[in-house]
């Protein structure tokens, strides 16, 4: 038989491109290197393309490995893996859970009674403090650190009407399969800290795994002149898009400064010099690559929210790149703060005026002498990633009749398949520039 691990959360991990779809394709190519298959549920967002032509909310996606499977409704879950028992020769061993959003709590709820099978916990963000708002921030503008939940600090928020409801759900959620989770994983202690806020009695099963592992520490680059300022990373305003465009309408002109952005966006209104970058087309060290590509000497990573672990921080500092960041970032300004590897502001006002006087900034950046990292790679460490299960799925379930939305499959395959060759097509564009 071969072993076989299902793991639920709320995207395609085979195409998005975010940290947690990144951790995924991570975990299933570890596993796999041991001979354990990864079997992914997945919801679909509520501004998913298919939700223009179908209500998505009772039906999910499923791949085996690097396979699309198809789209099925959550009571055809147990008659899909029955057929690939007997197809694949599978036998399941457990379940992680890396996201919930999106997800019919209550049909999950079934589907994980019925194959009783221990649970690993991911905590990627916090949709377990506030499924509305998973990343913490209060009207869509500022962090709220309210991991204690206070009715004071949610009643102001665009999102509490949503949340009253909604945090209540994932915490009968949680309750209800407590006596299934075995281990919990937080990729920082940041994360765990905040968690026992709200969760104190996950104190003892929560364990502290990062996603990668370091080598090669080298001493701190000399940067170039002019010196070269990177936004990298998704173009949202969490992750202080509006602070970038503000530095980029005052300081574009300036001659001692030099301004690219490394992700999927394209700048096109103020000089900026756009590197594609997609590390679900590129490969995981796509970051980091084009970081030394293009020779950036600052990243500014300016989270809005409690970062959890950021893969970008580790990708711009393994190029020898200092941080600028906000005092609130999370686990990027706490590893700033140890590792000495940049500045925390404590807004943008604060940096902008740094930047008007250039030697000093350059001299402060300088004096971030922590050093870096050169290497970087995948923590491949698997002794928390397989629990020891064993799925005994009723043997009067029928696999003759699947219920499989085989046009709702093939337009998600589709629309796939033309968004990957979009990105390679940019990648090209991008090399021939």
Sequence with gaps: MNKCIVAISHSNYLYRNAGTEKC??????????????YLQIFSFEDNSRLNLLCNMTNKVGVNLDDKFIGIFRYDSLPQVMKRLEYTDNLEYIGVHIHNLLNHNYDMLLDFLNLVDLPVILWLHDYTSVCPESPILLKNRVECCKNFVRSRDVCQ???????????????????FCIDDKIETIIAPSDNVKQNILISYPNWDNRIQIRGHLKLWNMRNSKKMSVPLRIA????????????EWTRILEIFQDNPN?????????????????????NSSVQGDKAMSVA???????????????????????????????????????????????KEKS???????????????????????LEA???GYCTNYETNDEIALLVPCGKCNLPHNISVSRIHRYWLLSNIHQCCNMIKSFRERKRVDANKNN
């Design 291 to 337: 970081a030394i590509n293009n020779k950036i000497d600052v990243a500014f990573l300016w989270s809005k929210c409690q970062e959890t672990y950021s893969y970008t921080y580790y990708e711009m500092r393994c190029s020898g790149a200092r941080i600028l960041t906000y005092f609130d970032s999370g686990n990027i300004a706490q590893c700033v703060k």
């Design 257 to 277: 400064y030099e301004f690219y952005y490394l992700g999927m966006s394209n700048l096109t209104t103020l000089k900026v010099k756009n590197v594609f970058v």
């Design 342 to 364: 940049g500045l925390i502001f404590n807004d943008v006002e604060e940096l902008i005026n740094l930047m008007r006087n250039p030697i000093e900034f350059r001299m402060l």
């Design 24 to 37: 995924m394709r991570e975990i299933s190519n570890i596993l796999r290197g041991v001979g354990i298959h």
């Design 231 to 242: 936004y990298a990373g998704g173009a949202f305003e969490h992750k202080g898009i509006s």
């Design 156 to 174: 102001n928020c665009c999102y509490y009407e949503k949340a009253k409801i909604s945090q209540k759900k994932i915490r009968d959620f949680y």
């Design 368 to 370: 971030c002498d922590g």
